[in-house]
Nanobody, 120 residues
């Protein structure tokens, strides 16, 4: 089995910072892409940022210059440093991993989410 466990969410004032972490564990052979999605109340889930195993990154336009995604391949952990937070960043943030399990099956895995609330 594969598990993704997020941490680091919470309540912060506008302009503040939070750092999310997501640790992958279990029967993992290799992780290709790790990313963060978010879902605000009444809205669809959207991609926030992703990072490929070679370090290449991509961000949704609304977070460029404010959020930074990074990963530690040794510990199978992905981070999302969120600065200059805005009330519109309020959402449940989900970790995602595109990986190959030890069964050699490639799949898409999700964490259960962590709530980020930004007050104005």
């Amino acid at each position: 089995q594969v598990q993704l466990v997020e941490s680091g969410g919470g309540l912060v004032q506008a302009g503040g910072s939070l750092r999310l972490s997501c640790a992958a564990s279990g029967s993992i052979l290799s992780i290709y892409v790790m990313g963060w999605y978010r879902q605000a109340p009444g809205k669809e889930r959207e991609l926030v940022a992703f990072i490929i195993s070679d370090g290449r990154t991509n961000y949704v336009d609304s977070v460029k210059g404010r959020f930074t995604i990074s990963r530690d391949n040794a510990t199978k952990t992905v981070y999302l440093q969120m600065n200059s937070l805005k009330p519109e960043d309020t959402a449940v943030y989900y970790c995602n991993a595109d990986l190959i399990a030890t069964t050699l099956r490639r799949g898409d895995y999700w964490g259960k989410g962590t709530l980020v609330t930004v007050s104005s």
